[in-house]
């Protein structure tokens, strides 16, 4: 079994400040690392992915990926109400041809 | 111009019944999956094809049958509902044959069974 774990939440933080998501994953193999937001009753929508280690931003968002602790997150900065939602994250380990889904992290952000 | 559409959005039909969702991207992406998401929001692959031919079948029951007629198509049908299938279906497509691409994810199927 090729485990992603999220905590599950609810993450709650104030409008402005820094929102972090963390995902850690079993498969030391993995090549690619996703993070998608779904909005309640929507489809999960892209955000980022993330294939080397380090930090890749994108305006207010940031993956973090740390392959030796398996371990990648994501960063919302200035975080707005708007972006309440559950956070999941994804990984492609080699070999299997499919994602592995987290549960999720339910973030709440509050005016 | 939408990415990736489902038809229909939410199926409500009783224990024993045959059904089919029906998924289409515009996308011109090689790779299309079913996923389904349970009440827990736990997002679980069923079934990938690439360029039409089936790719990933996971340990799902024989009474859900995949079948994609060319690659922007992909459909799920469903025999004999059972009350544990009632969950959110996705499709999804992505670029490439290898795999490990992003995905677009469709507005999701709401199936529930009486």
Known sequence: QKEVEQNSGPLSVPEGAIASLNCTYSDRGSQSFFWYRQYSGKSPELIMFIYSNGDKEDGRFTAQLNKASQYVSLLIRDSQPSDSATYLCAVYPSGFNKFYFGSGTKLNVKP | ?114
């Not at chain 2, 859900?64 to 007629?69: D, E």
């Not at chain 2, 959110?88 to 795999?99: K, Q």
Request: aromatic share 10%.
């Open chain 2, 1 to 114: 111009d939408t990415a990736v559409s489902q038809t229909p959005k939410y199926l409500v039909t009783q224990m024993g019944n045959d059904k089919s969702i029906k998924c289409e991207q515009n996308l011109g992406h090689d790779t299309m999956y079913w996923y389904k998401q349970d009440s827990k929001k736990f997002l679980k692959i069923m079934f990938s094809y690439n360029n039409k031919e089936l790719i990933i079948n996971e340990t799902v029951p024989n009474r859900f049958s995949p079948k994609s007629p060319d690659k922007a198509h992909l459909n799920l049908h469903i025999n004999s509902l059972e009350l544990g299938d009632s969950a959110v279906y996705f499709c999804a497509s992505s670029p490439g044959s290898s795999g490990g691409s992003e995905q677009y994810f469709g507005p999701g199927t709401r199936l529930t069974v009486t």
